[in-house]
């Protein structure tokens, strides 16, 4: 079992930036790939960002390829999101998620634990 707490959204203005944080419980937080997740109102969750067990991967949805970094440090179990240029399309709430697969993987089914959520909104 892995439970998953994200923080740091906020309110922000166009082209600030924001760094999201979440921190993973138990002991095999490096057995998972880590997943950055977002979801807008009447939309469905959508891949933001993927990094693989080791952090030696990483894959990232064309919406935020070079504004957006995710990694990883398995000796404190937190995965983050760095977050530049940010936009008002980005405006959602965040998820991460943990994924047992040995392949990374960007469909959200295939993702086995998740955290609650942070809010992200820009302002134009």
């Known amino acids: 079992q892995v439970q998953l707490v994200e923080s740091g959204g906020g309110l922000v203005q166009a082209g600030d930036s924001l760094r999201l944080s979440c921190i993973a419980s138990g002991r095999t937080f490096s057995s998972y790939n880590m997943g950055w997740f977002r979801q807008a109102p009447g939309k469905e969750r959508e891949f933001v960002a993927v990094i693989s067990r080791n952090g030696g991967y990483t894959y990232y949805a064309d919406s935020v390829k070079g504004r957006f970094t995710i990694s990883r440090n398995n000796a404190k179990n937190t995965v983050a999101l760095q977050m530049n240029s940010l936009k008002p399309e980005d405006t959602a709430l965040y998820y991460c998620?943990?994924?047992?697969?040995?392949?990374?993987?960007?469909?959200?089914?295939?993702?086995?634990?998740w955290g609650q959520g942070t809010q992200v909104t820009v302002s134009s």
């Open positions: 998620g943990a994924d047992r697969t040995i392949v990374i993987t960007r469909v959200a089914e295939q993702y086995d634990y």
